[in-house]
C-alpha cells in the first residue's frame, strides 16, 4: 500500500454478518500490508468455520436464517467444479461465506476517509443473480 500501513481494516455490509464479526483486520506488524495480504485476509476470513454458538445466534436474529444459511452451504458444497473436494467440504461443514447466502460476487472495493485522519477499505459484493446484468 502506499503510504505503507501495517494494519488495514475492510468493511462489508451484508445483512447481519458485520453486526457478528465486525470489520476483516489485516495485519502485517513491522511491515507493509499488500494487496495480497488484502485478498489473502478476506478469504481466510470469509472461510472461517461457523462454532455451534454461531450457528445458534445466526439462527436467533430471523426466522429463515438457518434455512437460508444451510440452502447456501449446499449449493457450495454440491458445485460441479468442486470434484473430488466435494466431500472434503461436505464433511467440514458450514463457513462463513454461507452467511452471504447468494450476495457473494465480488465488484469491487473503495476508500472512505475519517475525520480523525484514518481511512477504511469497504468492501462491495453483489447478488449472483445480478452479476451479468
Same mark, same amino acid.
Given at each position: =500500500?502506499?503510504?505503507?500501513?501495517?494494519?488495514? /481494516?475492510?468493511?462489508?455490509?451484508? %445483512? /447481519?454478518?458485520?453486526? +457478528?464479526? %465486525?470489520?476483516?483486520?489485516?495485519?502485517?506488524? %513491522? *511491515? !507493509?500490508?499488500?494487496? !495480497?495480504?488484502? $485478498?489473502? %485476509? +478476506?478469504?481466510?476470513?470469509? &472461510?472461517? !468455520? /461457523?462454532?455451534?454458538?454461531?450457528?445458534? !445466534?445466526? @439462527? @436467533?436474529?430471523?426466522?429463515?436464517?438457518?434455512?437460508? /444459511?444451510?440452502?447456501?452451504?449446499?449449493?457450495?458444497?454440491? &458445485?460441479? &467444479? $468442486?470434484?473430488?473436494?466435494?466431500?472434503?467440504?461436505?464433511?467440514?461443514?458450514?463457513?462463513?461465506?454461507?452467511?452471504?447466502?447468494?450476495?457473494?460476487?465480488?465488484? *469491487?472495493?473503495?476508500? =472512505?476517509?475519517?475525520?480523525? *485522519? =484514518?481511512? &477504511? $477499505?469497504? $468492501?462491495?459484493?453483489?447478488? @449472483?443473480?445480478?452479476?451479468? =446484468?
Amino acid at each position: =500500500t502506499s503510504p505503507a500501513f501495517d494494519r488495514i /481494516l475492510v468493511r462489508y455490509d451484508v %445483512g /447481519l454478518i458485520n453486526q +457478528i464479526w %465486525g470489520p476483516i483486520v489485516v495485519e502485517r506488524p %513491522g *511491515g !507493509r500490508v499488500t494487496i !495480497r495480504d488484502l $485478498l489473502e %485476509g +478476506i478469504y481466510t476470513f470469509f &472461510q472461517a !468455520r /461457523l462454532t455451534h454458538a454461531e450457528v445458534e !445466534r445466526i @439462527s @436467533s436474529l430471523g426466522q429463515d436464517n438457518y434455512r437460508l /444459511l444451510v440452502d447456501a452451504y449446499r449449493r457450495r458444497t454440491t &458445485q460441479g &467444479q $468442486l470434484g473430488v473436494l466435494r466431500d472434503r467440504e461436505w464433511r467440514e461443514g458450514l463457513r462463513r461465506v454461507d452467511c452471504l447466502v447468494d450476495v457473494r460476487w465480488w465488484w *469491487g472495493a473503495w476508500v =472512505t476517509h475519517n475525520s480523525d *485522519g =484514518t481511512w &477504511q $477499505l469497504h $468492501l462491495g459484493l453483489m447478488n @449472483s443473480a445480478r452479476r451479468n =446484468t
